[in-house]
């Protein structure tokens, strides 16, 4: 693995600036949070776990990259599989918190067990209530079959709880009407509704079996829209193109074309 793949890569020179003279352990029953610099309260939260097509990673990586975020924290679990992540020559816990003066981006490189994600979730939860967060934004891909037919995936937002939703949407956000929500996401915010804590979970249509930086590109639009953060995704975009292109010219060299793949997961969201 190497900084050659472009936006699913973080840039971890800013480790050797970080000062690990200030180390605080957050510890939970399943879960240990290390945080390598105080972080404030009233930060507003980004949930970007690894999930269908990555957008959730990406989402998270690309804010990181483009606001010059700083490694703030690492969790470590035995609720993850027994690996490290090496960058810069260095082995990490794969799980990380990043801050800025207004954002803090939780992401990791490995996805959690769908059997731990209540058990990871929840102390995670704790953590970001002690962080006093002010609001969290939970960024997730869901499969679309059409996808590559789709030059600019939609994403659509879920609120956890019915004035948020109603604000979401006066401010010209879609909601999803129905559908299922599952994940580290769901946990937080079901939980989150019960701490008084908005949140919100963006979803937007993705490749099942493919990286999709366009996807993290339609759902970081609405995250800018909700939050007043501007990003620019034109990377992104670029990146987008260029895999449509290449899965467009395999789809017309083996003649599947726009055919389902066997076991294809249904798409449960409208």
């Known amino acids: 693995m190497n900084g050659k793949s472009g936006y699913i890569f973080i840039n971890f020179r800013l480790l050797n600036n970080v000062k690990l003279s200030y180390q605080v352990d957050y510890s939970y029953e399943n879960l240990i949070i290390t945080e390598l610099e105080h972080i404030p309260p009233n930060l507003i939260a980004v949930e970007g776990f690894p999930d269908v097509g990555l957008v959730g990673t990406i989402s998270a990586t690309f804010l990181v990259e483009q606001l010059k975020m700083r490694p703030a924290a690492f969790i470590r679990t035995e609720l993850l599989p027994p690996v490290q992540s090496v960058k810069m020559g260095v082995a990490i816990p794969p799980a990380k918190i990043f801050v800025s003066d207004k954002l803090l981006v939780m992401t990791s490189d490995i996805p959690v067990p769908p ?77 989150l509704a019960r701490a008084g804590i908005n949140a919100v979970s963006l979803v937007a249509q993705s490749f099942p079996n493919y990286p999709d930086p366009g996807a993290a590109a339609s759902a970081l639009k609405v995250f800018s829209k909700i939050t007043g953060i501007q990003i620019d995704t034109k990377p992104l975009l670029e990146k987008a193109n260029e895999l449509r292109l290449n899965l467009l010219e395999l789809a017309e060299r083996t003649k599947v074309g726009r055919a389902p793949t066997a076991g294809a997961q249904p798409t449960i969201y409208r």
């Open 115 to 191: 059997q731990a994600t209540y058990d990871f979730a929840m102390p995670l939860l704790e953590w970001l209530k002690q962080k006093r967060i002010s609001l969290l934004v939970s960024i997730n891909g869901f499969p679309y079959e059409g996808r590559l037919d789709v030059t600019e995936p939609k994403t659509l937002a879920i609120a956890n709880n019915p004035d948020y939703a109603d604000a979401l949407q006066k401010a010209g956000v879609e909601l999803l009407e129905e559908g299922i929500l599952a994940g580290i996401g769901s946990v937080l915010l079901s939980e």
